[in-house]
């Protein structure tokens, strides 16, 4: 099994930046993709950015321009590095990852961090 361990969620007000870490445990898995989702009150989960092993990534469009993604695979940890945040922002963000032991593949998810962003 992989855990995942998110980290760097708070309270920020508009305009202001955030950084979340997410760091994927050690196991017979390997990780050939991590990427942000967030889920805001009353909304669907909706992806936020991806990025797979090989640094290629995906953002969504109300991000673009205003937050990265970045990985280090041999640490197993992707970051998500927020500007120019607004309240629109706000939700819990949940870290995932495509994770790969032979044929067998699966998604783990981490428990979810939340960001507050205040205008």
């Known amino acids: 099994q992989v855990h995942l361990v998110e980290s760097g969620g708070g309270s920020v007000q508009a305009g202001g930046s955030l950084r979340l870490s997410c760091v994927a445990s050690?196991?017979?898995?390997?990780?050939?993709?991590m990427g942000w989702y967030r889920q805001a009150p009353g909304k669907y989960r909706e992806l936020v950015a991806a990025i797979d092993s090989g640094g290629r990534t995906n953002y969504a469009d109300a991000v673009k321009g205003r937050f990265a993604i970045s990985g280090d695979n041999a640490k197993r940890t992707v970051y998500l590095q927020m500007n120019s945040l607004n309240p629109e922002d706000t939700a819990v963000y949940y870290c995932y990852a495509g994770a790969t032991s032979g044929t067998y593949h699966y998604t783990p998810w981490g428990q979810g961090i939340q960001v507050t962003v205040s205008s």
């Open positions: 050690e196991s017979q898995f390997s990780i050939n993709a």
